[in-house]
């Protein structure tokens, strides 16, 4: 099992451009999810989809963040324009639901100069 | 709001000795907790899930309790071995049949040789 893959690994940007991060889930899984960690918030839930539909989305920063899962195998993550104070380490999860355990990519490291 | 409360001191023991992290709740009433083990560079990794109903889970040298009286649970490595440091998180259901998850901020651990 190839488990949850995302990337790229690391991106370092300018601010202002736009920013792609990319995930493909464990296949099987139904449900994905956005995380953003940062030493000051630790690890924060950004968005979750449900069989391919955004289920909760009141974690997204704000309107520049957007999201998408086109089908069951792939997701985005789009930040425009990008802003310094989004450089943090994105991490997608992906899991069967319910109570079943989260299974993490390796994270995309973002740095927005 | 609800809040998630991990020791953010780091914990430092000796190898061979039991090492216990803490996770303190408020305004949850979560049905179930995970921990998951994170080392740098890499995404959470699940290690143990402790429903309601259960006082206690056991996975070899790992053992968890869940007092959803004192809104605690404790995590312990018996035995603990130099491998085991990294940081340690826990997380609860997000809302009642959700199958988002509120993360701790972790607690480090650093098992010297």
């Known amino acids: 099992d190839a488990g949850v893959i995302q990337s790229p690994r690391h991106e370092v940007t300018e601010m202002g451009q736009e920013v792609t991060l990319r995930c493909k889930p464990i296949?099987?899984?139904?449900?994905l999810f956005w995380y953003r960690q940062t030493m000051m918030r630790g690890l924060e839930l950004l968005i979750y989809f449900n069989n391919n539909v955004p289920i909760d989305d009141s974690g997204m920063p704000e309107d520049r963040f957007s999201a998408k899962m086109p089908n069951a195998s792939f997701s985005t993550l789009k930040i425009q324009p990008s802003e310094p104070r989004d450089s943090a380490v994105y991490f997608c999860?992906?899991?069967?639901?319910?109570?079943?355990?989260?299974?993490f990519g390796d994270g995309t490291r973002l740095s927005i100069l | 709001s609800q809040k998630i409360e991990q020791n953010s001191e780091a914990l430092n023991i000796q190898e061979g000795k039991t090492a216990t992290l803490t996770c303190n709740y408020t305004n949850y009433s979560p049905a179930y907790l995970q921990w998951y083990r994170q080392d740098p560079g890499r995404g959470p990794v699940f290690l143990l899930l402790?429903?309601?109903?259960?006082k206690e889970k056991r996975k070899e040298r790992l053992k968890v309790t869940f007092d959803t009286t004192l809104k605690q649970s404790l995590f312990h490595i018996t035995a603990s071995q130099p491998a085991d440091s990294a940081t340690y998180l826990c997380a609860l259901e997000r809302d009642t049949g959700r199958r988002a998850l509120t993360f701790g901020s972790g607690t480090r651990l650093q098992v010297q040789p």
């Open positions: 402790i429903r309601e109903n259960e």
């Open positions: 999860a992906s899991t069967w639901g319910g109570d079943q355990p989260q299974h």
């Open positions: 296949s099987g899984h139904n449900s």
